[in-house]
């Protein structure tokens, strides 16, 4: 009867997540270099935005400026969207020549060394990998005994298409996570950034009808205006984002209660969090 | 190099997840009750099915179906679509009167005794539960020690809508996730099943630009034709679905590979697997 009678009186507000972005301070936020943001216009109208991680992927990362600078992906399309997983988007089996610098057989650049990064620990077990944290702003798992770090396959998470193994993908045919994370895919296919904006846009999209979510009418394939680096476009248009800085004292305390919501909505804070249920926040430069 | 040449060799067939399905006899089978089938038609034409989980939310279900037999959600819409998150539908802050049978206040069937259930552990870490599994064939959270489970928060999970805790939801507005596992809502939210077909229906839904997804706009609304148990639409339209038994041989060989993926895509199995990228088969009865 006191429990229910205490449980009854009004609760102290308590702090959720987006209260503690709300109230970060400018010094836990990192500017994401132009040069980093592919920024893709659908014919339709809407605007996604990815982060290129150059720190994890350096040839394709490269490749993927490349081409955008070479105008490859003109005439691109999105062309496959399978439900929970991911939405792939390029020129989709072209004869089209990469343009002049752009590796057409980079490396297996699926994990990278730990040294260099700085990792907050996620303080939750991950099924994935020995340990799992945030380096640099990115989800990652890794093994301190190994020494070796791998960007991890979240919500957003973009990515090289590729064929079979031991092929790693130019560049050219790129897909976005849409679905509950497919970990699976972590160590084994390059990530090169992550959707910062507009991935709504992406998955929202038609499923594809046809094997593993291909559109099986060219009619139904959503048209790409253009794919261009923000570094390339007139300082007048070009967005410009920031980033929570993972190693800061906010994005610590903003980690702890992802893995304890104890606002009111919640009774039993889980008391741990999975990698790819912490968003590191990004927003547009205020 | 000699690592080289035995990897160029043609590589024998190794089986997929989806070869162990479509290979599963018959055995390793069972069927959804029609009176666990909750038939779901928008206007324009798409089926949701969902299967229900009397088992863990009696009184929850019990409402469901007294809802959906008393033609409570007559005028139903989708009202909301927030991405990575959840679509819900209902009637929205309706006064309409619960149908006679219709408990308004259920307990918190928020986690359930392991007694009487049939655990296939997952085997892999989780970060949200002393341990996770399949329990009947369902995805679920556990502690040996408390000796309780509680039904997970995966892709295509129904959970019913509610407001600030005490409350629980009476079940006239029910949510399907549709993004990254909200597994923060385990033990914290009542679940009452999850969609075995026409997922895609909710998940391409445009996102509500509204706070948390609510379409501004009433325009906006996804009209919904009919809400019905499978068990009370004549027999020749019902619909009839089976899921593969947790506790068979098959599952656990379906499961070790969904943590160990080793065909020609694959060059590192994860060793590992998250509990919501086990989905439990289901299909159509064949």
Redesign the interface.
């Known amino acids: 009867m006191l429990l229910g009678l205490l449980?009854a009186a009004p609760p102290a507000k308590l702090l959720t997540p987006s209260d503690i972005v709300a109230s970060a301070p400018a010094s836990a936020w990192k500017t994401i270099p132009a040069d980093d943001l592919l920024v893709m216009d659908l014919a339709n109208g809407g605007q996604i935005v990815i982060q290129l991680a150059p720190a994890f992927a350096p040839v394709h990362v490269a490749n993927v400026r490349g081409l955008a600078r070479g105008h490859y992906w003109d005439g691109a399309t999105v062309y496959r969207?399978q439900?929970?997983y991911v939405a792939q988007w390029g020129l989709n089996e072209s004869d089209k020549p990469w343009p002049a610098g752009v590796t057409a057989k980079p490396p297996?650049e699926?994990t990278r060394v730990v040294r260099g990064l700085s990792i907050t620990p996620l303080g939750?077990?991950?099924?994935?990998a020995p340990a799992a944290g945030f380096a640099d702003g990115w989800p990652v798992g890794y093994s301190a005994k190994a020494r070796r770090a791998n960007l991890a396959h979240?919500?957003?998470s973009v990515g090289v298409g590729r064929d079979?193994?031991?092929d790693t993908g130019t560049g050219g045919e790129l897909y976005a996570v849409i679905?509950?994370?497919?970990?699976?895919l972590?160590?084994?296919i390059a990530l090169v950034g992550r959707v910062v904006e507009g991935?709504?846009r992406l998955?929202?999209?038609?499923?594809g009808t046809g094997d593993i979510g291909f559109y099986k009418d060219k009619a139904e394939y959503v048209p790409i205006a253009s794919i261009r680096l923000a570094s390339d476009m007139p300082a007048a248009e070009r967005p410009s984002y920031e980033y929570m800085d993972t190693a800061s004292a906010t994005f610590a305390r903003y980690l702890k209660l992802?893995?304890n919501?104890h606002d009111?909505?919640?009774?039993?804070p889980?008391g741990?969090?999975?990698l790819?249920?912490v968003q590191v926040p990004v927003r547009k430069k205020p």
């Open positions: 449980a969207v439900d929970n297996a699926y939750s077990p991950d099924a994935y979240c919500y957003g079979l193994s031991p679905g509950q994370a497919p970990r699976q972590d160590r084994n991935i709504d998955s929202s999209l038609p499923r992802r893995a919501r009111a909505f919640y009774d039993v889980a741990g969090v999975d790819c249920n």
